[in-house]
């Protein structure tokens, strides 16, 4: 089915754990975005690429690296996992073309640090 | 730089009344306009969009928005509401240039009430 692929659903992690947040389209979109939502925040955007091997910082990019080696795959790296990254992370991925009304949403990844 | 308000965190109405979602938006630039719906545990959806032309968008659900550029407004309407609009709902603007990136408002939950 296309679309945007988010793995896991849901993980907790130990303050000071490292993992990666898994994201794929098959769309052949060339923008992808990671953004993260909180309670009465909204979603605010992590990272972003507009092309592989093109990242760029969005408005809250500490304490997350993200790389883009291939079209299809935008994943996202938690260093040193800290409470307050506990959110609701969502990929999301587009056409350039489409000047942000095309966007494909993955179903979430629920991280909670303890 | 851009950003977005949506005055009001939370609606509740009653089913089958009108209801207005409020949305301002700032930006020293020309954007692109959009309305989220997020229903309970699940990514985001479009619901409609403000590219250019006529300034009354409709969505195939009987939601319309209308962009007032004075006022820079986004407004989003239903004249009456259904159980199933329950739902959070999200403001958004992207620049007609450079990358796709979206930026939300903070949301409005609007919670209809049988």
């Known amino acids: 089915n296309a679309g945007v692929t988010q793995t896991p659903k849901f993980q907790v992690l130990k303050t000071g754990q490292s993992m990666t947040l898994q994201c794929a389209q098959d769309?052949?979109?060339?923008?992808m975005s990671w953004y993260r939502q909180d309670p009465g925040m909204g979603l605010r955007l992590i990272h972003y690429?507009?092309?592989?091997?093109?990242?760029d910082q969005g408005e809250v990019p500490n304490g997350y690296n993200v790389s883009r080696s291939t079209t299809e795959d935008f994943p996202l790296r938690l260093l040193s996992a800290a409470p307050s990254q506990t959110s609701v992370y969502f990929c999301?991925?587009?056409?350039?073309?489409?000047?942000?009304?095309?966007?494909?949403f993955g179903s979430g990844t629920r991280l909670t640090v303890v | 730089a851009q950003s977005v308000t949506q005055l009001d965190s939370q609606v509740p109405v009653f089913e089958e009344a009108p209801v207005e979602l409020r949305c301002n938006y700032s930006?020293?630039?020309?954007?692109?306009l959009f309305w989220y719906v997020q229903y309970p545990n699940q990514g985001l959806q479009l619901l409609l969009k403000?590219?250019?032309?006529?300034?009354l968008v409709e969505s195939i659900n009987g939601f319309e928005a209308e962009f007032n550029k004075s006022q820079t407004s986004f407004h989003l309407r239903k004249p009456s509401v259904h159980i199933s609009d329950t739902a959070e709902y999200f403001c958004?603007?992207?620049?007609?240039?450079?990358?796709?990136?979206?930026?939300f408002g903070t949301g409005t939950r609007l919670t209809v009430i049988p």
């Open positions: 999301a991925s587009s056409h350039l073309s489409t000047g942000g009304y095309g966007y494909t």
């Open positions: 769309m052949n979109h060339e923008y």
């Open positions: 690429s507009v092309g592989a091997g093109i990242t």
């Open positions: 930006s020293s630039v020309s954007v692109y």
């Open positions: 403000y590219l250019s032309g006529s300034t």
């Open positions: 958004a603007v992207s620049l007609r240039t450079g990358a796709n990136n979206l930026f």
